[in-house]
Each structure stands twice: as structure tokens, then as C-alpha cells.
């Protein structure tokens, strides 16, 4: 699969406070070709609102609720997720480029043709959420949890997944070899990455967690 930006309308009208987000949010029920800029919002209710060819800018988010909402054809650019609840949330077409997600819960989430691209994903609920033909681009998804989820045509490139919690996910057909995956929790027998692709270095590291060592 080809991973593109999405193409946003030309003309997107600027959102720059939150009382002109929360209007548009209550007389819509959704936020379509907006562009929120350099938004620095705390504590606010999002749930089940519908974000459709927006672009998030330098935007701060801390302790808000997402749940329930759709991102469609969303491009998030250099912002910040800080303690977020993005529960049941659903995300497709989307673009999220140099920005983190840190202490948020995404658990039953699903994630279409989504790019991860140069972000953080630190210490987040991402338990039991679905992945289809998810891009994990030069991106850290670390001291994550990310167990009994469903990936199909994950891709990897260049990821770091460092002491994230992978229990009972089945990763076949997943490419590591560009990756660090180092610390990572699977299931005794690593089932997990049954059918998965993996250098010598991790497969030797693997087997070191077995109390198997590995001459050089």
C-alpha cells in the first residue's frame, strides 16, 4: 500500500481559540476543512464529535476527552496529546507528523491507513485497538501498551518500540529489521511474532531473554 498525505480543501477557515472550536463543535456536531492553530487546551469534552479534513497546528492538548471520536482525513502536525482519552475512537486517512502522545488511553480504538510519521507514543492505553495498513514511520511508541490488539498490513520503518507491551498481539507479517524492538513483552514462547520478520541481532537478543547464550 502507497501511504499519501491527505489533500485538504485550499481554503480551511482558521480556528485560533477554543470558545470559536467549542461554537463550531455545538452548531455542527463536527469540525470539517478547519485549520486549528497553535490551540492550547485543557480539560475540554470532545466526545463524539467528528473531525473531517481538519489540520491540527503546534496544538496543545492537556486532560481532554476524545472519546468516541472520528479523525477522518486529519492531518496533525507538531502537536501535543498530553493525558488525553481517545477511548472507542476511530481514525482513517490520517497524517500525524512530529508530534506526542504521552499518558493518553486509546483502548478499542481503530486506525485505517494511518501514518505515524517522526512522533513520540509514551506511557498510552493502547490495548485491545485495531490497525489496518498502519504506517509506524521513524516513530517511538515506547513504555506502551499495545496488548490484544489486531494489526493487519502493519509497516514499520525505522520504529522504536522499547519496553512496550506487545502480550497476546499478533504481529505476522510485520518487518522489525529496520527497527528497534528491544525490551518489548511478549507472550514465554514470543508467539507473537510468529510469521513476523526479524534480523540476527533481535533474534539473538530473543533468545537471550530464553537464558540462552549466544556465543559470538
Known amino acids: 500500500m502507497i ?3 491527505p489533500v485538504l480543501p485550499r481554503q480551511l477557515m482558521e480556528v485560533s481559540d477554543i470558545s470559536a472550536l467549542r461554537d463550531c463543535c455545538e452548531e455542527n456536531g463536527g469540525v470539517q476543512a478547519q485549520k486549528l492553530q497553535k490551540l492550547n487546551v485543557c480539560d475540554e469534552d470532545f466526545g463524539k464529535v467528528d473531525f473531517s479534513e481538519v489540520l491540527f497546528s503546534e496544538c496543545r492538548f492537556k486532560d481532554c476527552c476524545f472519546r468516541k471520536v472520528s479523525f477522518v482525513k486529519a492531518v496533525i502536525e507538531n502537536c501535543q496529546f498530553i493525558n488525553c482519552n481517545f477511548e472507542d475512537s476511530f481514525w482513517k486517512g490520517c497524517w500525524i507528523q512530529e508530534s506526542k502522545v504521552s499518558g493518553c ?5 481503530i486506525f485505517k491507513e494511518t501514518v505515524w510519521k517522526e512522533g513520540m507514543v509514551q506511557y498510552a492505553n493502547c490495548n485491545e485497538c485495531r490497525f489496518e495498513n498502519v504506517f509506524w514511520d521513524e516513530s517511538r511508541i515506547v513504555s506502551s501498551e499495545l496488548s490484544e490488539c489486531r494489526m493487519k498490513g502493519l509497516k514499520m520503518n525505522r520504529a522504536v518500540l522499547t519496553e512496550s507491551n506487545f502480550f497476546k498481539t499478533m504481529l505476522n507479517g ?5 527497527s528497534d524492538i528491544s525490551g518489548i513483552t511478549l507472550s514465554g514462547d514470543f508467539r507473537e511474532l510468529r510469521g513476523a520478520v526479524i534480523n540476527g541481532f533481535q533474534a539473538a537478543d530473543l533468545v537471550r531473554q530464553l537464558g540462552i547464550k549466544v556465543e559470538d
Not at 174 to 178: A, G, L, N
Open 3 to 5: 501511504f499519501k498525505k
Open 174 to 178: 510485520t518487518d522489525f529489521t529496520s
Open 105 to 109: 488511553t486509546m483502548v478499542g480504538s
